[in-house]
């Protein structure tokens, strides 16, 4: 896929690159277990959240506000943990990250017991130990560096962005998902994709499968060998550029990367704009905040919202910030071929199935709403060449 090459201007970009080790909180052997939400008849609801923030408000809140009902004010000199309408930022950020270690299993939610308030039931215990984990993994508290944006198992094309383990917004990983048989799939195509703020090595990438009940990092670890750099604006091939998934936990997991090493070499003093802002925002940014008002902002109304958010925020379309909408325009330039802009992965991803879209992607554009889309897009990819 060809993409753009973004208008470049001085700046002090400085990303330096990150050395991590792949530790043991991250179970290299059987899968973690699904867990059902207490009363749901099914594991395996392919719209539920399984990142951290969405599997704390679909799963962990309610068991957590009525055995810590205490906590939600503050008690006995100690901060909120579960403070009203932030619950999920109160509990993660409480005391820099105390009860979100490394192993869930050393976590205080888990091992305060009964203390003056009710003690987790063993189900309450399951269901937040595997939420910890999750979290845990995420955010690379187990010596890793923090996963990647997540995706489903579900067959397409696929692009995660590496900006939050790279500051680099051009910078990702594409791939393609095939289904083998059964729980068995294959990711092709794999490559690496440089922006271009300097040469962006990765070493030692290794998947990560994410359900309700934990992580457990790929037990094949095919990628041990990769150690690769690809200069900027550039693409290279991750190892075979073939992995074959056998036995994935469940049709509804998640799949991420971590590295032992991922950051940018050689850094260059650029920053990246579109050259057309003028036919993104109104055009294409107005469809982007459908996008964003369901799932892609973090006031997004559908269960994936958290994750999509992470995936690709898309709040700025949602507001009249000129700021914010230039940043905005940088992401979705990473998204668009600008030879041939109907092939791109910002328009087929909302394009109908019925006219050719990638089920990868959930939510799809009406038609008329589409094809108004795709018109807007291929007349801002023109300016971008």
């Known amino acids: 896929m060809n993409h753009p090459q973004p208008s470049r201007h001085s700046s002090a970009s400085r990303l330096g690159l990150a050395t991590l080790t792949l530790l043991g909180s991250l179970g290299a052997g059987c899968a973690p277990p699904v867990i059902e939400k207490p009363g749901s008849k099914s594991t395996t609801d392919s719209s539920e959240p399984l990142d951290g923030r969405g599997l704390f408000e679909f799963r962990v809140k309610g068991e957590l506000a009525g055995s810590c009902s205490c906590h939600g004010a503050g008690v006995s000199g100690f901060d909120a943990i579960l403070k009203a309408g932030a619950e999920y930022d109160s509990v993660t950020g409480y005391r820099g990250g105390l009860l979100i270690p490394s192993s869930a299993d050393q976590s205080p939610l888990l091992s305060k017991g009964a203390h003056a308030g009710p003690a987790l039931t063993p189900e309450q215990t399951q269901i937040v130990k595997g939420w910890l984990d999750v979290e845990a993994t995420e955010r690379g508290k187990g010596g890793s560096s923090p996963t990647t944006p997540s995706v489903p198992f579900v067959l397409g094309d696929y692009y995660i962005s590496l900006r939050q383990l790279t500051k680099d917004p051009l910078a990702r990983i594409t791939f393609t998902m095939e289904l083998v048989s059964g729980r068995t799939f294959r990711l092709t195509k794999l490559a690496l994709t440089a922006g271009p703020s300097g040469s962006l090595k990765i070493k030692h990438p290794r998947l990560v499968y994410i359900t309700a009940g934990g992580t457990v990092l790929e037990p094949s670890d095919a990628l041990s060998t990769v150690d690769v750099t690809a200069e900027a604006g550039k693409t290279v091939q991750i190892g075979s550029g073939a992995i074959l998934l056998p036995n994935v936990p469940a049709s509804s997991s998640l799949l991420a990367f971590v590295f032992e090493q991922i950051g940018i070499v050689n850094p260059m003093p650029v920053s990246v704009m579109c050259k057309s802002l003028s036919l993104f925002t109104p055009p294409v940014s107005n469809t982007l905040a459908i996008c964003a008002s369901q799932c892609h902002s973090a006031t997004g109304t559908k269960p994936e919202a958290s994750r999509a958010n992470r995936a690709f925020p898309m709040d700025a379309a949602l507001k009249t910030d000129q ?63």
């Not at 799809?364 to 108004?372: H, V």
Request: with cysteine; glycine share 4%.
């Open 323 to 385: 700021t914010a909408l230039a940043s905005l325009c940088v992401d979705a330039l990473g998204r668009i071929n600008v030879t041939t802009p109907a092939s791109s992965i910002l328009v087929q991803y909302v394009q109908p199935q019925s006219s050719g879209g990638m089920a990868s992607h959930l939510f799809k554009l009406d038609d008329a709403t589409f094809n108004s889309f795709k018109a807007a897009v291929s007349t801002w990819a023109a300016a971008e060449k």
